[in-house]
Structures are given as C-alpha cells and as structure tokens.
C-alpha cells in the first residue's frame, strides 16, 4: 500500500508498504545489477550507509549465475543475505543499450548475449518467469527505451507495444503470483512510460497505462542523451497524467541536482550508477561541490572527505590516504569512495524526507543547490 504522508506543490512524501518492509519515498535506489554493489560493498555495508532499496537488473542475472539457480537457492533475498526492498530492472534497458546484439519483434527481443555470444529471447512472460525467479520485492515491466533522437514514427510504434507488452506482464505476474511454488507471492508490478521527448506520445501512453491499475509507474527513456532541460519538461509534463496515488519514479535518474529538481515535480522513485561509477574513479559528492581525489592538492590533505561526514571513510580515513590507495590501485580506495557517495545520496534523500515533513522542501533546495555550487572543480554533475 502507497500512501502519501504530506505534499509540497507537487513534491510527494509517502511510503510504500511491502513484502519486504516499508520504503520511505523519496528514496534513492542502490544499484547492485548483478547483486552487488561495484566497489566491494557488501550487504552489511549497506545496511550501515542507510539504504532502503537495493537494484539489481533481470538481463544480468538471467545471464549469469541464471534465475533458476536463484530460485533454487532460495531467491535474491536470500541468495545475496538482504532482507530489505529489492526492485528488479525488466531488461528492457538492454534492448535499447545493446541495440548492435538485439532484435524487436512483437512477441519479444532476440538478443545475443554480451558475455558468450548465446542467443537469448526475453519477452514480457519472459521476464516475468525471470524477476518471479529472483523474487524481487517489485518487478518492472519489460518495456523498449526507443533512442531519444528516433523520430515520430518509430516512436508511436515502439510505445504503443510497450502498452501491449504491459498488458501480457500483468496477466503473467498474476498467474505467477498464484502458483504454489512462487516464492514471493506479493510481487509488485511497476508499468513504465516511454516516448522518447514527444510531450503527446508521453501523454497518451500515461493516460493509457494509468488505466491498467500496476503498484507503481515509471518514467523511463530520459537521461539517454537528451538535456536536462528536456528531461525536467517531460517530467512537468508527464507526471500530472500518472496515478497520483501510486508511487512515480524516475528510471536511471541521476545527478544530486536532477533529483532535486525531480523530486519538486513529483518524483518519489529514483536510481542511478553516478555515486558508485564516479567514486571508482576518486570523483566524490560533498555538500560544497564534487571534489577529484586524483588532483594533486590533495596529496598531503588530512582532513576526511567532507568535514561533519560520518560515513565509513570519512570517519577515520584521510582524502590524502584515500588518495594514495586509489593512484596505488588498491581495491580499498574505490570502496572506501563508493561508500561516501552512496552515504551522500542516502543521507540527501533523508534531508529531503525530513525537509518535507517540516514543509520547507523549496528552502532546503536552494541551499543544498547554492552549497554544491561553490567548489571549483565542480561540474555540470552536481
């Protein structure tokens, strides 16, 4: 059950009650695509850096070790040791990033695998047997993500078997959920909006698909190339058309900023790879910009990542140690830098709970933007 606890303009703060206990919303969702989280991080780690959800993706692990050796060892839950939220990802994405590999035809995708070269056919029963496999706390839809530069025509044909694909997901998730052998019988199912930037196309799906009565609605097919300017229309223009009383996320999505500007047009769902790609790399999020620990002034810095932090690293590490591990390619300064800027987006998702329990969710923006703005290494990427 969704319920909306108190609202902002169009900002939203709710939580959703599941099988797997209660998510907060807005939450950022962890990405873990093949069960874990790149970097090191283990379960018990996460569970220290405030996360509520885990992502893990249905390609991926279809793939490698394979959905049934999942199911046989008790589903993701149990196969990983996470007793919290997990959603799993359709596939869908992969038919748009592994376009060179794939094949669209009603009936589903033809893909060759990335790994062996085998091919592999997913549709929509498909990738419901699949995420039923893994046991994921909420299952999406398998959807196509059409390029944000195809035009009209390939679009309005890709949306609109995207609807019908929707409409086979439900049928299967609920023969699924009643068999005796399912292991979690109270999967929920996310529907997912799709058209690309055309306004019309994104209005006319949501209209349709809100119809179809899913546990949550996504916005999918944004932060593929398009600009954030773009990006923020399509969502003003989108969301008002979705169920109001279902949970709204915004699929890959994004930067601190993206998510704040998300969050005030009605955005309760997000995840996204920045915080654990980036900090692989020494770039890491704080409260007064992103900072590069690759850069030199940092060689003799002895303060932590971000005075005031109390994540892992920055409780007892310094950017010059941390520094050091990474030029040294020592596995521990990736972890230790995966594991701040996951600590960042969590805890930033709390401030933004907390902001709007208290009604001050705009003031909270402005300062959090106006902070993240003053350093000088910092990029379009905040």
Request: with cysteine; proline share 3%; glycine share 8%.
């Amino acid at each position: 059950m969704y319920r909306i606890l108190t609202t902002e303009g169009r900002a939203k703060r709710a939580q959703l009650e599941t099988v797997h206990g209660t998510i907060q919303t807005p939450v950022f969702m962890n990405v873990g695509t093949v069960a874990a989280i790149k970097g090191a991080v283990s379960t018990e780690d996460l569970e220290g850096i405030k996360t509520q959800v885990e992502l893990s993706n249905t390609y991926h692990l279809h793939v490698r070790p394979g959905d049934k050796i999942i199911k046989k060892m008790g589903g993701l839950h149990k196969f990983m040791s996470w007793n919290k939220p997990i959603l799993t990802d359709s596939g869908g994405f992969q038919v748009f990033s592994l376009a060179s590999l794939r094949k669209i035809k009603e009936e589903g995708v033809y893909f060759n695998s990335h790994v062996d070269g085998r091919k592999i056919f997913m549709g929509p029963e498909e990738s419901m047997r699949i995420q039923s496999n893994l046991a994921s706390t909420i299952a999406m839809a398998f959807d196509e993500c059409p390029s944000s530069v195809a035009d009209r025509h390939y679009v309005e044909a890709s949306v609109a078997r995207t609807a019908r694909w929707l409409e086979r997901c439900k049928t299967e998730m609920n023969r699924l959920n009643g068999l005796e052998d399912t292991i979690n019988k109270k999967q929920l199912l996310f529907g997912i909006n799709q058209g690309a930037v055309f306004d019309d196309i994104r209005i006319d799906h949501a209209k349709r698909i809100a119809e179809m009565e899913c546990d949550g609605y996504a916005l999918g097919g944004l932060a593929v190339g398009e600009s954030h300017e773009q990006m923020y229309h399509v969502i003003d223009e989108t969301v008002p058309y979705l169920p109001q009383d279902k949970p709204t996320y915004l699929m890959g999505v994004g930067t601190p900023a993206n998510i704040l500007e998300a969050v005030e047009r009605g955005v309760d769902f997000f995840d996204c790879v920045y915080p654990t790609r980036n900090g692989r790399h020494g770039h890491l999020y704080t409260n007064q910009g992103k900072i590069n620990l690759f850069n030199a002034r940092y060689e003799l810095d002895e303060r932590p990542i971000e005075e005031g932090c109390v994540c892992p690293a920055c409780r007892r590490y310094s950017r010059a140690y941390i520094r050091h591990l990474l030029k040294a390619k020592e596995m521990l300064g990736m972890r230790l830098c995966v594991l701040h800027n996951l600590y960042f987006y969590n805890t930033m998702m709390e401030e933004i709970r907390e902001a709007l329990d208290q009604g001050d969710f705009a003031a909270y923006k402005k300062r959090k933007l106006d902070g993240m703005c003053q350093s000088g290494e910092n990029s379009a990427e905040i």
